[in-house]
């Protein structure tokens, strides 16, 4: 079946450093991902809609100048913490759609734990 | 906009035992797809079901069924022969036609041997 890999699955950093986090659709092309952060003990919050070849969409509330997202290809997408602070410790989870397939569901990676010393 | 409410932060139910989960949504589409999630320990989503709003027939998967109740926006999820493995955080969602998921808060469920 679709296979969404997403890495790191790891960081821990200090305050200050820009992370970079990939999500990669394995085995089918996709001209839109998702990107979710979900806190400790709380559900899923979508942070932004990332779109092939055109600028990302960002939910209210969530900067777009800190999480920079690029999406160059149909098979991978990235979101850069940029200059993060302990804050910004979450678990981020990528998720992404088939070409074509408006009736599937969309898949997801196995998230990235983010720790910001 | 679209919101989802799960009413129940935690379930516990017996090994072997049924139990229901509830779930229930609003949205302005008129043609939208509805989800229930598994998140185990190891935070990866897993697909336990879906239901397509235009099918009135609930959606089963083997232990896994849905009562979808469309005038009242409920879709709950009943796990059957519940295992130790079916222990996890269960979120309800609904997309819309951009397949912009919005996640319930979610329950936690556990059962016991």
């Known amino acids: 079946g679709a296979v969404v890999s997403q890495h790191p699955s790891r960081v821990i950093c200090k305050s200050g450093t820009s992370v970079k986090i990939e999500c990669r659709s394995l085995?089918?092309?996709?001209?839109?991902m998702f990107w979710y952060r979900q806190f400790p003990k709380q559900s899923l919050m979508l942070m932004a809609t990332?779109?092939?070849?055109?600028?990302?969409?960002?939910e209210q509330g969530v900067e777009k100048d800190k999480f920079l997202i690029n999406h160059a290809s149909l098979t991978l997408s990235t979101l850069t913490v940029t200059s993060a602070h302990p804050e910004d410790s979450s678990f981020y989870i990528c998720?992404?759609?088939?070409?074509?397939?408006?009736?599937?569901?969309?898949?997801f990676g196995d998230g990235t734990r983010l720790s910001i010393l | 906009a679209q919101t989802v409410t799960q009413s129940q932060p935690e379930m516990s139910v017996q090994e072997a035992e049924t139990v229901t989960l509830s779930c229930t949504y609003d949205?302005?589409?008129?043609?939208?797809?509805l989800f229930w999630y598994k998140q185990p320990p190891s935070r990866q989503m897993i697909l336990v079901i879906r239901?397509?709003?235009?099918?009135?027939q609930n959606a089963t998967e083997n232990r896994f069924s849905v009562n979808f109740q469309k005038a009242a926006k409920s879709f709950s999820l009943k796990i059957s022969d519940s295992q130790l493995g079916d222990a996890a955080m269960y979120f309800c969602?609904?997309?819309?036609?951009?397949?912009?998921?919005?996640f319930g808060g979610g329950t936690r469920l556990m059962v016991k041997p």
């Open positions: 990332s779109n092939e070849g055109s600028k990302a969409t960002y």
């Open positions: 085995d089918f092309q996709a001209t839109t």
């Open positions: 239901q397509e709003a235009y099918k009135q």
């Open positions: 998720s992404a759609r088939e070409i074509g397939n408006s009736n599937q569901p969309q898949h």
């Open positions: 949205t302005s589409e008129s043609d939208y797809y």
């Open positions: 969602a609904v997309n819309n036609a951009g397949n912009m998921l919005t």
